[in-house]
RNA sequence: GGGGCUGUAGCUCAGCUGGAUAGAGCGACGGUUUCCUAAACCGUAGGUCGUGGGUUCGAGUCCCGCCAGCCCCGCCA
């Protein structure tokens, strides 16, 4: 209820000025305006909103809160758009001003979102109204190339794949880069090898299916850890592509596609789209972050390394912590990539992508890292102001035991395979209550409903927590029926989708709504928060408060359905309930396709 | 040695500009189905919010110290 609660902050600004001119023409003059505190109460019996401030102003007023508080309810309550949208405002405990939203405009606002197909949820603009049409970055997943995506790179996708989602709802010009390891040192061992085991790729064009990247890449790498002249020739290599060389570069491009294509078959199976830029895009405007870090005077040579030393960070022997922009054999390395892609990216158009904010969505180990490029980039003065470039970084993926996620072996497990056993999980489980409960389905419904329900419950799993904190991957916990898991939420759509089976009508809506009972109210309340949900996911970039409110407008339905009859309610109480149904719907669908979960009719 | 993140119920986790009695799920115990998918709902038990200070009318939340765990720390990304 974003525009109520707004206009009830407006108002109670008013309440304050009015009843305490003085102050609040003090607090402004310090830099400090006296704020009502109006927040959103935690438990029912006091209200929808509550206003904090009386007691904060005590010290400033020399006057008891109760009083103070008296004092802002009673300007309240003279102001008309205040009455048409509050109950009269209670004062409890030692001087919170409690408020209730009355019925009525609760009703008015459910309708006005059940005739919108936004949900209520409007476009982003600008302060003056505009609509915002910089685009934003969300950098996200970033595999490397000739390595098999591997449970390292979920996180990153889903996380990433949510956020984008987030903000293109919101109407935002979102570019979704993938910024692929496709250039390195690797890259010289990798086409040397290339050239030893099928040179006729070289020369016939799709002569080749590398086939298994990963085994190939293990192998080249086991040559290069062996033979001395294996490695001499790579190093040449990779001296050869940097120049250009017409053979190298040709192999380096088989190599690219042939991971593309792999990378590809896992994000159309998550769903996700993201626009390929890898690290070599950047290539040509390395040198010119070297030229113009030097020219301003923050690099420093050391070691034989040109390097730049962050401020208020100290390093080994409290020397200030140093970042190498260039190696000591001219090369450049990651810090360099990274400032120059912090540059194009938010240089306009059509020498850059003309972002207002980049987002990288990365692990927290790199937290250090993106610190530092960001100080750099920030002295050279390379960051506009009202531009905004943030690291969103996320915890480790552990397993059950609390140690990094792996197989048996002690191998990194695959994201293919990772994905395989979630689905796998969900049909034995499909199958086994299929049987329980002697139903006939046909198999594309089975493969379908475990797809979507495995899938779904690896990403739900993964977005219902705080990303910030290590996560515990377990198979049994994400794709339990109970809980805050995706089959949950998946089950409450389902329902309703049965409710429209057995009769019920979602198409007409009607135009009076009564409410008598307390869970309807509930209801209400709760689907009305979802701006709030989405707010917040757009502002700090945390999908696990969307997840939260997903799932306890789950919990509120469930209750609702449970013990109020829907179908056989009479008059307008049915039809009450079935808008009820249809905005729950409506929400939990949008909400699930915000967090890249398709939802089913069936399950 | 330096830096970052984390520490909340037996377990996995929420906790939104500091606000009233710290919330879920799992697990445990007990209950509910002539009724829209019980894949649900209701109830009981379980917490000195790592620890010691500080700021505040008020601290899980902010500041400082300490302890523990994880991660990172110049020529890989």
């Known amino acids: 209820m974003i525009n109520l609660r707004q206009k009830l902050e407006r108002q109670c600004k008013l309440a304050l000025m009015r009843a305490f001119p003085k102050a609040c023409d003090g607090g402004k003059l310090s830099g400090k305006p006296i704020n ?10 006091f209200g929808d909103y509550q206003i904090n401030a009386a ?3 005590t010290k400033i007023l020399k006057k008891a809160p109760r009083d103070i508080a008296t004092s802002i309810v009673t300007e309240l309550t003279k102001n008309e758009e205040f009455a048409s949208i509050c109950d009269s405002p209670k004062i409890a405990g030692p001087g919170f001003i409690n408020l209730t939203i009355k019925p009525e405009r609760l009703i008015q606002e459910l309708i006005t979102r059940l005739e919108d197909n936004r949900l209520g949820i409007p476009l982003a603009e600008t302060n003056d109204g505009k609509r915002i ?14 390595k098999e995506m591997h449970v390292g790179h979920l996180r990153s996708t889903i996380i990433g794949d949510s956020i984008a989602r987030v903000l293109e709802f919101r109407g935002h010009n979102v570019l979704r880069l993938n910024h692929v390891g496709d250039w390195g040192t690797q890259f010289g061992m990798l086409i040397n090898h290339l050239k030893s085991v099928a040179p006729e790729a070289l020369t016939k064009a799709n002569a ?29 290599e990779v001296v050869n592509l940097q120049n250009g060389d ?7 491009k088989l190599l690219c596609k042939q991971s593309r294509d792999e990378f590809q078959k896992i994000y159309d199976r998550l769903d996700v789209r993201l626009t390929e830029r890898g690290e070599s895009f950047y290539n040509e405007y390395l040198q010119d972050v070297v030229d113009d870090l030097d020219a301003l005077n923050l690099l420093v040579k050391d070691d034989g390394a040109r390097c730049v030393f962050l401020e208020g960070i100290l390093g080994k022997n409290n020397k200030p912590l140093a970042i190498i922009i260039q190696k000591s054999d001219g090369g450049f390395n990651y810090a360099t990539t990274d400032l120059a892609a912090i540059r194009y990216r938010l240089n306009p158009s059509p020498k850059g992508d003309g972002a207002c904010r980049v987002i990288y969505v990365t692990d927290s180990g ?23 470039i943030e690291h969103v970084p996320f915890g480790l993926v552990q397993g059950e035991d609390g140690k990094k996620l792996k197989t048996r072996s002690g191998e990194t497990i695959k994201l293919k395979s990772l994905l395989d056993e979630a689905v796998n999980r969900a049909e034995f489980d499909l199958r086994r209550r299929l049987k329980e409960e002697d139903r006939k389905e046909s198999e594309s419904f089975i493969k379908l409903v475990s797809e979507t329900v495995g899938i779904g419950a690896v990403k739900y799993a993964d977005l219902s927590q ?10 049994d916990k994400m794709l339990a029926l109970h ?21 019920g009508s979602l198409a007409t809506i009607p135009k009076q709504l009564e409410f008598t009972e307390k869970q309807e109210w509930d209801l209400v309340k709760e689907l009305l928060k979802f701006d709030d949900a989405i707010n917040d996911v757009e502002e700090e970039l945390l999908p696990n408060r969307l997840c939260n409110y997903l799932y306890e407008l789950c919990q509120v339905f469930n209750r609702f359905y449970d013990q109020l009859p829907v179908l056989k309610a009479k008059g307008s109480s049915k039809s009450s309930r079935l808008a009820l149904c249809l905005m729950t719907t409506n929400t939990l669908k949008l909400g699930m396709n915000l967090l890249g979960i398709p939802t089913l009719e069936r399950m």
Request: hydrophobic share 35%.
């Open 466 to 475: 705080n990303r910030i904190t290590n996560y515990q991957f377990s198979f």
């Open 366 to 388: 790199q937290s250090n890292h993106f610190n530092g490029v960001f100080q750099i980039a920030d002295r050279a003065n390379w960051i506009p102001t009202g531009k905004k």
């Open 133 to 146: 049409t910089d685009p934003i970055i969300v950098d996200f997943s970033s595999p490397n190339i000739a």
């Open 246 to 252: 017409p053979t190298s570069l040709k192999a380096w």
């Open 36 to 45: 009502p505190q109006l927040v959103r109460t935690n438990n029912p019996e």
């Open 55 to 57: 007691l904060q102003l």
């Open 208 to 236: 080749i299916d590398i086939g298994d990247l990963v085994n190939f890449y293990r192998k080249s790498k086991e040559r290069f850890d062996s033979d001395n002249n294996f490695r001499e020739r790579s190093r040449e």
């Open 483 to 503: 809980g805050n898991t995706a089959p949950y939420l998946l089950y409450a759509v389902v329902r309703i989708a049965g409710i429209v089976r057995k009769g």
